[in-house]
């Protein structure tokens, strides 16, 4: 049997939570989050790319981008935070956490602050 030595390295982290023992032949069956998270972060940048391209050439306020990006990141990462391992503190009955909390807010208004301008834009555009 292999003693448990303290050392820096990453699998350090899931012999401290008990994912697995110090005598274990395989590491712990996590899911590759942060390759999801690359995944569906090119997915947000496509979108982001192609809502640019669909602006008005004399629109090109960077507000509508900054709002879809903020929203979509903060979604894509609540989302990912349900079958990540280190998921912090958990509250309403051990199934969200802190900062599934804060990202669901920011999504939120990023959603209002999206919808907003592009109201306030479709209006501009209506009075001219």
């Given at each position: ?8 390295f990453?699998?350090d ?35 982001i ?13 960077l ?32 199934v ?15 959603l ?17």
């Amino acid at each position: 049997m292999v003693d448990k030595v303290n050392t820096s390295f990453a699998w350090d982290w899931s012999f401290r939570n008990g994912l697995i023992t110090s005598d274990s032949l395989y590491s712990a069956r996590l899911h590759p989050t942060q390759i999801y998270e690359i995944f569906l972060d090119i997915i947000l940048m496509a979108i982001i790319i192609l809502y640019s391209r669909k602006l008005k050439k004399d629109d090109k306020s960077l507000k509508p981008i900054l709002f879809l990006h903020a929203g979509g990141y903060a979604i894509i990462r609540f989302t990912l935070q349900f079958i990540r391992a280190d998921r912090g503190t958990l509250i309403f009955g051990d199934v969200i956490s802190v900062l599934q909390i804060f990202l669901f807010s920011i999504f939120l208004l990023s959603l209002i602050f999206f919808i907003k301008h592009n109201l306030r834009s479709k209006t501009v555009l209506l009075n001219k």
